[in-house]
């Protein structure tokens, strides 16, 4: 899909071609999702590299509490709903209509996009690409969300979902998901 020009103009942010982005082919290894990258190699891509080096202390504490079953249930639906979600904010970033849908997985998605829409992007200004595939040669790889201008700074931007609010020690991965995508992004585009 490509970015409407004059739909984002009148949402006053502009669309900027800035880089040649290029997607990457995603694989699999060993159930842990991977890269391959334009010279072959096939890297990890960042949340896999996150996820094997967090402490998942919490994650097993809860699914113990709550039981496997229900654990699962509620991570499937969370999952159907961050799809909902990042696929309603990637029609708004390229100026294609919302609509929230009958269900109620789109339309607890559709809400939880709004709220990012009304407190996050009406401060992005320019929007350089959407689903951007990114990679720091030999190590790893991912996909961030949305790369731009916000606040008037150049920023790579990641859309989030959970059903409470987290306390901040409970999402550094966020920010290290970020970072890396950052690094990959001044690596490969200077």
Known sequence: MKISEDVL???GIAYIQKYPYSDLS???????RHYETPDGRQVPSVTTVLSATKDMTHLH???????????QQITQESANIGTVMHGSLEKHVKG???KPG??????????MANVIIDNGLTDVSEVWGSEVSLHYPELYAGTTDLVGVYK???AI???KQARRLK?????EDYYLQLVAYSEAHNKQYD
């Open 157 to 159: 931007m990641d859309f």
């Open 96 to 98: 294609i209509e919302r």
């Open 167 to 171: 306390k901040k020690e409970l999402v």
């Open 152 to 154: 008037g700074e150049p």
């Open 61 to 71: 504490a809860w699914r113990k509490r709550v039981g496997e079953a229900k654990a």
């Open 9 to 11: 103009k009148s949402k």
């Open 102 to 111: 009958s269900n109620l997985i789109h339309q607890k998605a559709h809400a």
């Open 26 to 32: 995603k694989t699999s290894k060993n159930g842990k």
